[in-house]
């Protein structure tokens, strides 16, 4: 079974500074997909970004970034010039064959004005 | 584009009755959705996997005669809880499977019964 470890619980950033939120996750399988999710107070979940595994080059939109190291079964994400939305619940997730999410514990990012 | 909507956001219901959720993908038509329930400040539980004009797949340990899932459409499934109890409070999420199976999540509903 497929399984994702957020060991953090929370981290706190100061506004305009990079934080990187750390994943790391076991799975035999070859072909999946990757996704850090953000879920704010209002508990809407909201897709950040998505790493396909058959892709070496790290995904990125605009301020987020990953750090993919397949071997290293790692997907890190990268936050920069944070900003005070950015505040909230982030869920590392992976999917694979049978298209369920498995989902890590999250990880509370607050930022600091 | 890939909105999901929720409906209701949250419900109060009395012991006993029976509360129905929907799902709507409103930009998209979705083969596949799933049913979470997440308690306060943890992850998601996956309930349910909904496939439209079948049977739903339920994870073990989740009462399908309790939990009723219909995706009897591209754009639509709905969740009933049945018999309502104090425990079943929580907060019900559901998603659209997408391209690349990107899942897409409604807002969700949050259940209370008294």
């Known amino acids: 079974a497929q399984t994702v470890t957020q060991s953090q619980p929370e981290m706190s950033v100061q506004e305009a500074e990079t934080v990187t939120l750390s994943c790391t996750y076991d799975?035999?399988?070859?072909?999946?997909?990757l996704f850090w999710y953000k879920q704010p107070p209002s508990r809407q979940m909201i897709l950040v970004i998505r790493?396909?595994?058959?892709?070496?080059q790290n995904a990125t939109e605009n301020r987020f970034s990953v750090n993919f190291q397949k071997a290293a079964k790692s997907f890190s994400l990268k936050i920069s010039d944070s900003q005070l939305g950015d505040a909230a619940m982030y869920f590392c997730?992976?999917?694979?064959?049978?298209?369920?999410?498995?989902f890590g514990k999250g990880i509370t990012l607050s930022v600091r004005p | 584009g890939a909105v999901v909507s929720q409906h209701p956001s949250r419900v109060i219901c009395k012991s006993g009755t029976s509360v129905k959720i929907e799902c709507r993908s409103l930009?998209?038509?979705?083969?596949?959705m799933f049913w979470y329930r997440q308690f306060p400040k943890q992850s998601l539980m996956l309930m349910a996997t909904?496939?439209?004009?079948?049977?739903?797949?339920?994870e073990q340990g989740v009462e399908k005669d309790k939990f009723l899932i219909n995706h009897a459409s591209l754009t639509l499934s709905t969740l009933t809880v049945t018999s309502a109890h104090p425990e079943d409070s929580s907060f019900y999420i559901c998603?659209?499977?997408?391209?690349?199976?990107?899942?897409?999540f409604g807002p969700g509903t949050r259940l209370l019964v008294l």
């Open positions: 998603s659209a499977r997408f391209i690349q199976e990107t899942q897409y």
């Open positions: 799975t035999s399988e070859s072909d999946y997909y």
């Open positions: 790493q396909e595994a058959y892709k070496q």
């Open positions: 997730a992976y999917t694979g064959a049978n298209s369920k999410l498995t």
């Open positions: 930009d998209f038509q979705a083969t596949t």
């Open positions: 909904s496939n439209e004009g079948s049977k739903a797949t339920y």
